[in-house]
Structure formats: structure tokens, C-alpha cells
């Protein structure tokens, strides 16, 4: 063993790294980014409405797909809860 390898521990070394104050930035500079006109609430308003859209209008394949889904638990109930097929 050479004297550099000497002096390295045999065993595991305790390391932490306090991210804290790197966070705090990160997130300072997000809602920096985002703006003061920018409303939580109208986003997620907006995120539903393109998801009732997204399930819109499905064929029958389509449909019973996602009702299986649903009936899963894998996608959420969208809509009135009725069917989510236009028309």
C-alpha cells in the first residue's frame, strides 16, 4: 500500500451536504420565472379543462379502454361522471 492509500479510512465515512440554502435560491428563481401575474388556481383550472378534452370524443375502443382505466384506478373519472363521449 502506497503511504497516500495509507491514509485513506478502511471504513465508511459519514458525508452530508446541506442543500438548503441551494433550494431556497432554486426556488426564489422559479417564482421569479413564473412571474407575479401567474395564478395557481387558473393553471390548474386550465390542466383540467385540456384533460376533459384529452378524454373527448373517444371511439368505443378507445372509451372501454379508459373506462377500464378508470375502473382500475389508473385514470381518474373525468367529466360529469358519465360517459365521456361527445355527441
Known amino acids: 500500500m502506497s503511504e497516500k492509500d495509507a491514509s485513506r ?10 442543500l438548503t440554502g441551494h433550494e431556497l435560491t432554486r426556488r426564489a428563481h422559479v417564482m421569479a420565472a413564473l412571474g407575479d401575474d401567474w395564478d395557481p388556481v387558473e393553471m390548474v383550472r386550465g390542466e383540467e379543462e385540456a384533460y376533459d378534452m384529452l378524454y373527448s370524443g373517444l371511439d368505443p375502443e378507445q ?7 378508470v375502473a382500475a384506478g389508473v385514470l381518474p373519472l373525468r367529466g360529469d361522471g358519465g360517459t365521456t363521449r361527445e355527441g
Do not use: G, I, K, W
Request: proline share 12%.
Open 63 to 69: 372509451q372501454r379502454l379508459y373506462d377500464t382505466l
Open 9 to 18: 479510512p478502511t471504513e465508511p465515512v459519514e458525508f452530508s451536504v446541506d
